[in-house]
T-cell receptor, first 114, second 109 residues
């Protein structure tokens, strides 16, 4: 199993550009989520999904869109990048989002918005 | 957004010393989790706690789920150089995980 994979590893954007961060898992997990990590802020939940076709907002959803057309993939879209979105983005998955199931994290995407 | 209060923010310790860090919340959680993050990587789960008052060990790590369900602590005994990293607590609600701000640990040989 590859676990949770994320692409790209690094990305530089100009203000106003759009892009999609890719996330995929091969563990047949129902629950997937996106976090951003800023210095001294820990990880903050952006969006999550409890299964294909079902998504919901986390703590900091503004400026980001998600969709979940398959169990395996959960892309994160930045429609119009802003410097405040400079961060490290982590995707995670777990078997379900209820009770306790271990979350597995991807290696992260480091995004800089100029 | 909601975040958990984690302390201390950073620690410098000598190899062989014990370490203690804690996490508090204004909200109740059903599950408390402790993660470690190495530079350039995603967090990795260390310990999961499911019941108030539960004390769980994983090798040199010991963690407790507070009786009020609003706090947790993590102890590392006899620290070694590879313990260096950032330690995060997290509380699990319904479909959402809330993370602490992290404790950055440096071990001096």
């Amino acid at each position: 199993n590859a676990g949770v994979t994320q692409t790209p590893k690094f990305q530089v954007l100009k203000t106003g550009q759009s892009m999609t961060l890719q996330c995929a898992q091969d563990m047949n997990h129902e629950y997937m989520s996106w976090y951003r990590q800023d210095p001294g802020m820990g990880l903050r939940l952006i969006h999550y999904s409890v299964g294909a076709g079902i998504t919901d907002q986390g703590e900091v959803p503004n400026g980001y869109n998600v969709s979940r057309s398959t169990t395996e993939d959960f892309p994160l879209r930045l429609l119009s990048a802003a410097p405040s979105q400079t961060s490290v983005y982590f995707c995670a998955s777990s078997l379900t989002g209820l009770g306790y199931n271990e979350q597995f994290f991807g290696p992260g995407t480091r995004l800089t918005v100029l | 957004g909601q975040q958990l209060n984690q302390s201390p923010q950073s620690m410098f310790i000598q190899e062989g010393e014990d370490v203690s860090m804690n996490c508090t919340s204004s909200s109740i959680f059903n599950t408390w989790l402790w993660y470690k993050q190495d530079p350039g990587e995603g967090p990795v789960l260390l310990i999961a706690l499911y019941k108030a008052g539960e004390l769980t060990s994983n090798g040199r790590l010991t963690a407790q789920f507070g009786i009020t369900r609003k706090d947790s602590f993590l102890n590392i005994s006899a620290s070694i150089p590879s313990d260096v990293g950032i330690y995060f607590c997290a509380g699990q609600g319904t479909y959402k995980y809330i993370f602490g701000t992290g404790t950055r640990l440096k071990v001096l040989a």
